[in-house]
């Protein structure tokens, strides 16, 4: 099993910059696939990337790329989405998830993440 933490969320213009972290206590980390997930209110949960378990390969959303990079630091338990060029529509609650075979097991509690105009 797997606990996840949020953080790094808050408040930036549009344009700007954010990293999110995701921390993971389990000492399995290293052997889940990860993504990040955000929702807006009265809107569903929508994936915006992932990385494999050795992050050997990452996948993103399409109105993320370019912009948005998932890493991870399995020594750290933590993976992390490098948020830049920040727009409004950016704005929502961001998750981190773990993969458990087919399934996002896991998830943390979320972190804000409020872009400005």
């Known amino acids: 099993q797997v606990q996840l933490v949020e953080s790094g969320g808050g408040l930036v213009q549009a344009g700007g910059s954010l990293r999110l972290s995701c921390a993971a206590s389990?000492?399995?980390?290293?052997?889940?696939?990860m993504g990040w997930f955000r929702q807006v209110p009265g809107k569903e949960r929508e994936w915006v990337a992932a990385?494999?378990?050795?992050?050997?390969?990452?996948l993103y959303e399409d109105s993320v790329k370019g912009r948005f990079t998932i890493s991870r630091d399995n020594a750290k338990n933590t993976v992390y989405l490098q948020m830049n060029s920040l727009k409004p529509e950016d704005t929502a609650v961001y998750y981190c998830a773990a993969l458990n075979d087919t399934v996002w097991d896991y998830w943390g509690q979320g972190t804000q993440v409020t872009v400005s105009s």
């Open positions: 990385i494999s378990w050795n992050g050997g390969t990452t």
């Open positions: 389990g000492r399995t980390f290293n052997s889940y696939d």
